[in-house]
């Protein structure tokens, strides 16, 4: 069984895109990423978090090959990063690096062309690519006049430029606006149905949370966590609320009801009661609370968020 | 090696040049200095108005020498510590591109812009003059046209090497301005100090062979020793064997010149 089980995860490891083992990048005694091992699979929305520092941006870099290992392997589509077969690859990568730097003196056409020549794709689609991240009425202006937001979308324009089958997007919603945000995601969710690999690191972890497949945590150069949200949750173990709202308030009626059932944290504000149970309580806090009947006007339960269980790995 | 990816830097740093009008303003210094020069380069002696060519050359090469090595260190000090300072290097190096091909569609696209600034600049006043030119004289000139051309992108090349070098711009372009000093002020200066401190009982043998570790020497030999007027007017025949002067050879030591450096840049830069 557990053989299989083995099999099974090192057939799924030969068919990821992307496959980080041991890598290391020490900047003298500072070890900046420290053994990381990962496995992205194919058309996988991958999240990577993490403080500032962690080491993200670091990994980000030597998975684009832009900063040589110390130590380990990484390869990409089966190249290794280092390698002269990687120049193929790049071809089918796209980049979005943090806060993006563009050609002020170019237009926003202007770049995409520079880029798509240096990627040999047709400067054809160009056009059609600044249309879908809403970019076609400022086709014509120098990127010295671009908002933050735009260069940002112009950027990630640069990004799809050849239709890539892998995307690296290093924080790519930075200045984007509510909508933008909105926006960006669903050409994400497109992608993805067509196959596209997505590696994405985000330090607003409320928006990464509900998009992505699975997620690395990093802190102090390492992975402490890889999963997906709900089974990191459930490793961590944390804690969730239940939000009563109670006829009269009545706060004695909740604590009551709950009677001997192990409660962490009990609290009354705003006519509402708190109540904090760990996970195996949940059902039995459930339970207790039907006994008020209707007595119980509203009923909310927290899980806890992406942020509660990174602070819960990075400290 | 892909030259396509070449060409494609090359030409957006060449345009860049063109498009903000550096290769304008340059071409214009270029012909307005020399056109003074060729006019007014005799007035110390109470004449004014073209005279020969000879003299002509031999005041350009002196303001050449100065004003060249100092453009094309402005011109190339940035060329990737600026992008890496900017943010755009990781950019480029995460695109289908070598780190080689990258350093030499920089160098060759900045190298386009200056020596088409040079030929533009100083071609105009071979235009205005040529009515006063013969066949030999436009030899002469076009042959300082080449030179300076070649001095330039020996210049470019170290200004290319210390791009690469430098951790940051502050520090590239105060290297830049210490390599113009030394190669244009003071490299002649110590040669001479030296010859004259050993009385020149020493190192006589060697002294043209030291010329030419400095391009902008390489430069002035190779003007200066195909005119024979000039050659006198200088003094240098008689420190200068012509066997050494010869120009295919001086060509050699400046194409060296801008090869070196290139090397060593993108050796670096691909470490």
Known sequence: ?315 | MELSQVATIAGKEFWDRIRNRWVLAVALVFTVFALVIAYFGAAQQGAVGFRSIEVTIASLVSLVIYLIPLIALVLGFDAIVGERERGSLDLLLSMPITRFELILGKYLGLAGALAFSTVAGFGLVALVLSAQLDLNALFHYFGFMASSVLLGMAFLSLAVMLSVLAADRTRASGLAIAMWFFFVLVFDLLLLGALVVTGGQYGGDIFPWLLLLNPADVFRILNIFTLDDVRTLYGLATVFPPSLAEPWLLTAVMLGWIAAPLGIASWRFGK
């Open chain 1, 1 to 315: 069984m557990e053989s299989t089980i083995q099999a099974a995860a090192e057939a799924a490891n030969a068919d990821a895109v992307v496959r980080v083992r041991g890598a290391s990048k020490h900047y003298g005694t500072v070890r900046a990423v420290d053994g990381v091992d990962l496995a992205v699979q194919r058309g996988e929305l991958f999240g990577l978090i993490g403080h500032n520092g962690a080491g993200k941006s670091t990994l980000f870099k030597m998975m684009l090959g832009l900063i040589p290992a110390t130590a380990g392997e990484i390869a990409i589509d089966g190249a290794p990063v280092t390698g002269s077969g990687f120049r193929a690859v790049r071809r089918k990568i796209g980049y979005l690096p943090e806060n993006v730097v563009l050609y002020d003196n170019l237009t926003g056409l202007e770049t995409l062309h520079f880029f798509a020549k240096l990627k040999s794709v047709p400067a054809a689609g160009c056009g059609a690519l600044l249309e879908r991240v809403g970019l076609a009425h400022a086709a014509g202006r120098r990127v010295r006049e671009y908002s933050k937001g735009m260069r940002q979308r112009l950027g990630f324009a640069q990004a799809l430029l050849g239709r890539p089958q892998i995307l690296f997007l290093d924080e790519p919603t930075t200045g984007l606006d509510p909508e933008a945000i909105r926006e960006f995601y669903v050409i994400l969710r497109g992608l993805r149905a067509e196959g596209v690999t997505v590696i994405i690191t985000s330090h607003i972890l409320a928006e990464i949370q509900e998009r992505v497949d699975r997620l690395a945590i990093m802190a102090s150069g390492k992975v402490q966590a890889l999963g997906t949200v709900q089974a990191l949750r459930e490793e961590m173990d944390l804690p969730l609320w239940f939000d009563v709202r109670v006829a009269d308030s009545d706060f004695t009626a909740v604590r009551d009801a709950l009677g001997s059932l192990p409660v962490a944290a009990i609290e009354a504000h705003d006519g509402r009661v708190a109540v904090q149970v760990r996970r195996e309580s949940k059902m039995a806090v459930f339970a207790a609370l039907a006994t008020l009947g209707e007595r119980v006007l509203d009923l909310h339960v927290r899980e806890p968020s992406l942020e509660d269980v990174f602070f819960g790995f990075s400290d």
